[in-house]
């Protein structure tokens, strides 16, 4: 089943995105690009993808955020590197870091739908 997002350009770098689930357009502007829009939807959705393979195992992950940052490549035009950086409010086993960090890096549906050319850095912060 497909999903509609419906987007009306403003002029002048302007936009709204409307979709089935937001009650109120998101804007994008000069202020806020698209890129941005972007590793946002990339950071949300590793932080949901981790939270929900982490309840299949019977725990949770609460308390996490992300922080990312990218640089464009030399061509231009492209998000070149994304350097992630992934906090997690306190400690787990081993086994349930390694669930983590491979639901972040391997079962999030942006970061498998992004260009595989884009090199990617994790950090996986614990305790913090």
């Avoid at 497909?2 to 009306?8: D, I």
């Avoid at 937001?22 to 590793?39: C, E, R, S």
Wanted: net charge negative; glycine share 8%.
């Amino acid at each position: 089943m497909s999903k509609l997002v419906e987007t009306t350009y403003e002029g002048k770098y302007s936009s709204s995105t409307q979709t089935a689930s937001n009650a109120d357009p998101i804007k994008v502007d000069l202020k806020f690009g698209p890129i941005d829009l972007l590793m946002g939807s990339y950071a949300s959705c590793m932080l949901a993808t981790v939270d929900f393979y982490a309840r299949k195992k019977d725990f949770e992950v609460s308390g996490s955020r992300s922080e990312l940052s990218y640089e464009m490549s030399a061509e231009g035009g492209q998000v070149g590197r994304i350097n992630i950086k992934l906090f997690f409010d306190k400690e787990y086993t081993p086994e349930q870091k390694e669930w983590m960090e491979t639901s972040a890096k391997d079962l999030c549906h942006v970061g498998n739908s992004l260009n595989p050319a884009i090199v990617k850095n994790y950090e996986f912060n614990y305790g913090a």
